[in-house]
C-alpha cells in the first residue's frame, strides 16, 4: 500500500461547482496532515493544514478521520483559478520528512 | 511575503559533470530541505538540515550528494557525477519550526540532464 493514496483525477468541474478530493495514509500514527497546492511545473504551496476537528478556510474545508486514515478537501463555488494539482501531505512523525501523495488535477470551465 | 530564492531556474549539464544548486532559506528560518520531483512523478524528500548538520535523509541522498551550509544566508545541493535519472526540478524548502508546521518552498530548479 502506498504512503499516501490519491485518484489523479483529472476532475473537471464546471465554475460554481462543489468538488471534493480524498486521501488515505498507511501509517497509523502519522502526526500532522495537509493540504498543498501545485500549479504546473511551480513550488508546492500550503493551502491548509488538516485537524481532528476539521478546519475551514473561506470555500475550503477539510477533515481528517485517524480512525479510517483519509483526509477529504472540499472546495466550494469552485473558481477558474482553483484549476491546479492538489496534493495531500503527511507528516508520519519520527523524523523531518513530509510524505507526498502524487496529486489530484483539478480543472475548473466555463 | 518572505520567500525562499532558488538558482539557477534551469540547470542543463552533461551527464557526469557536477552541478550545484543554490538557496537562500527565509532568514529567520532554523530547518532546510531539498526534494525533488520528476515529471509526472511525486514530490519526494531527499535531506533535510538543520543547526549546521544533516537531520535525515533518504534512500534516495546517496553518496552521490551532499549539502552545504556555506554561510549564514546560502544553502547548497551538490549532485556529483549527473546520471540521466537525476533530471528533476529540486526544490528548496525551509520552515522556522519543525515540519508539523508546514514548509516554504522555494520556485524551484529544473534540472536536465542530457
Known amino acids: 500500500r502506498k504512503e499516501v493514496e490519491q485518484d489523479p483525477g483529472p476532475f473537471n468541474v464546471p465554475e460554481g461547482a462543489t468538488v471534493a478530493f480524498n486521501c488515505t495514509y498507511s501509517n497509523s500514527a502519522s502526526q500532522s496532515f495537509f493540504w498543498y497546492r501545485q500549479d504546473c511545473r511551480k513550488e508546492p504551496k500550503l493551502l491548509m493544514s488538516v485537524y481532528s476537528s476539521g478546519n475551514e478556510d473561506g470555500r475550503f474545508t477539510a477533515q481528517l478521520n485517524r480512525a479510517s486514515q483519509y483526509i477529504s478537501l472540499l472546495i466550494r463555488d469552485s473558481k477558474l483559478s482553483d484549476s491546479a494539482t492538489y496534493l495531500c501531505?503527511?507528516?508520519?512523525?519520527?523524523?523531518?520528512?513530509?510524505?507526498f501523495g502524487t496529486g489530484t488535477q483539478l480543472k475548473v470551465e466555463l | 511575503e518572505p520567500e525562499v530564492t532558488q538558482t539557477p531556474s534551469h540547470q542543463v549539464t552533461q551527464m557526469g559533470q557536477e552541478v550545484i544548486l543554490r538557496c537562500v532559506p527565509i532568514?529567520?528560518?532554523?530547518?532546510f530541505y531539498w526534494y525533488r520531483q520528476i515529471l509526472g512523478q511525486k514530490v519526494e524528500f531527499l535531506v533535510s538540515f538543520y543547526n549546521n548538520e544533516i537531520s535525515e535523509k533518504s534512500e534516495i541522498f546517496d553518496d552521490q550528494f551532499s549539502v552545504e551550509r556555506p554561510d549564514g544566508s546560502n544553502f547548497t545541493l551538490k549532485i556529483r557525477s549527473t546520471k540521466l535519472e537525476d533530471s528533476a526540478m529540486y526544490f528548496c524548502?525551509?520552515?522556522?519550526?519543525?515540519?508539523?508546521?508546514?514548509?516554504?518552498f522555494g520556485s524551484g530548479t529544473r534540472l536536465t540532464v542530457v
Open positions: 532568514s529567520n528560518h532554523l530547518y
Open positions: 501531505v503527511v507528516w508520519p512523525g519520527g523524523g523531518n520528512k513530509l510524505t
Open positions: 524548502a525551509s520552515s522556522e519550526r519543525d515540519r508539523a508546521h508546514g514548509y516554504t
